[in-house]
């Protein structure tokens, strides 16, 4: 049986270090589902479209990864991609604790496991939101994106 992992949220592509998380969630499982949220209420640099573009165009050839969009809970919609495991990034120890917590109490009630894994040292300040602010105020990001990554 494929093991589907699903790594929801709203997925930026325009880090390095989400790239890294992918390829090493791919040792742990046979697929990956990267999940885009749509969230009317957060406002955010790029589009929909723009993140899913982009997402799609640095998996394109990829097999194990596929590109989704979702507007549901994630276990819900981990659910609908028959998706065993969510796999979450973090960067700091006190993000460990609560994505711990929030992993123990999907698997009570769901039985959906949680892959937390560490973003690489070299990434861990780096966040989407940091590039995305410096992207805004016209500052050279390029040492921060995959240089597939096309920003506009």
Same mark, same amino acid.
């Given at each position: ?18 790239? *890294? %998380? ?6 742990? &499982?046979?697929?990956?589902? =990267?999940?885009? $949220? @749509? ?30 969009s979702?507007? *549901? %809970? ?6 609908? &991609?028959?998706?065993?495991? =969510?796999?979450? $990034? @973090?960067?700091?120890a ?59």
């Open positions: 049986m494929k093991r589907v992992a699903l790594f929801p949220g709203t997925f930026d592509p325009f880090t390095l270090g989400h790239q *890294s %998380l992918v390829s090493r969630g791919l040792l742990l &499982v046979d697929e990956i589902v =990267i999940a885009v $949220g @749509i969230n009317d209420k957060k406002l955010t640099y790029f589009s929909l479209e723009k993140r899913m573009e982009a997402i799609e165009k640095l998996y394109k050839d990829n097999p194990a990864v596929r590109v989704m979702y507007d *549901s %809970l994630t276990v819900d919609f981990a659910k609908e &991609v028959n998706a065993g495991f =969510i796999l979450r $990034g @973090i960067r700091t006190n993000d460990f604790e609560y994505e711990k917590s929030i992993a123990d109490v999907n698997r009570v009630l769901t039985g959906i496991e949680t892959f937390i894994l560490f973003t690489e040292p070299k990434h861990t300040h780096i966040s989407s939101s940091i590039v995305r602010e410096l992207l805004r105020y016209g500052k050279d990001i390029s040492m921060f994106v995959p240089k597939e990554t096309e920003l506009y």
